[in-house]
């Protein structure tokens, strides 16, 4: 079955500082491994996606992340973080299910970026 | 393009009461999710749709929950009865396909409180 772990509640950053949201996963095939942020009372907003190719994959607001395939990770990074990315970050897995991709979400991570 | 439409936003019940919740998805959509998010946790499937065929349901709560997306567009979730453990986000989501690598467009989300 697939899982996928963010072994952080929360993360803690100074602004101008690089900044690095870990997640690890379990699939039984080719993972397609995604992040997600959530800004309060609002629904998730896709940031990125690996499929297959480049191990470092970029998205929106500058965010980028490192598909690793030998420790089965995806940890999400920005190499400046901004108050502005305070934010609940979700890193999610899809693998093939009975009848079609079901897509797994972490937990989830609480980001904190201190002025 | 216009996004993922949900309604209601908020809804607060008693327990053993009923309540639905609307879903529009973006158009041409074929894939149509419904999430449960409670408060500190990820997003878990309750249901997947594609087009207005069930693909997964394997953790929708059967004997009180019931989904349905008439004409394989909008899609309605009731609760009935509802129970306090029912208390979370209602997340909406749709996707192009259910087997394409592409990413989940998400709703607001309806927030439901049971007293």
């Known amino acids: 079955a697939q899982s996928v772990a963010q072994p952080e509640d929360q993360v803690n950053v100074a602004e101008g500082n690089p900044l690095t949201v870990k997640c690890t996963y379990s699939v039984s095939g080719n993972p397609y491994l995604f992040w997600y942020v959530q800004y309060p009372n609002r629904g998730l907003q896709f940031l990125l996606k690996y499929i297959t190719g480049d191990n470092l994959v970029k998205g929106s607001y500058g965010f980028e992340a490192e598909f690793n395939k030998s420790q089965t990770s995806f940890h999400l990074k920005k190499p400046s973080a901004l108050v502005s990315d305070s934010a609940l970050y979700f890193c999610?897995?899809?693998?093939?299910?009975?009848?079609?991709?079901?897509?797994?979400f972490g937990a989830g991570t609480r980001l904190f970026v201190k002025a | 393009e216009a996004g993922v439409a949900q309604s209601p936003r908020y809804k607060i019940i008693e327990k053993r009461q009923s309540v639905a919740f609307w879903c529009n998805p973006i158009s041409g959509h074929a894939t149509l999710y419904w999430y449960q998010q409670i408060l500190g946790q990820g997003p878990k499937l309750l249901i997947q749709f594609q087009n207005n065929g069930v693909v997964d349901d394997s953790q929708l709560p059967k004997d009180r929950f019931s989904a349905e997306r008439l004409k394989g567009v909008d899609s309605t979730l009731k609760i009935q009865p509802a129970k306090l453990e029912d208390s979370a986000v209602y997340l909406c989501?749709?996707?192009?396909?259910?087997?394409?690598?592409?990413?989940?467009?998400f709703g607001e989300g309806s927030r439901l409180t049971v007293l």
């Open positions: 989501a749709s996707s192009l396909d259910v087997v394409n690598t592409g990413e989940l467009f």
């Open positions: 999610a897995v899809r693998d093939k299910a009975t009848g079609g991709f079901k897509t797994i």
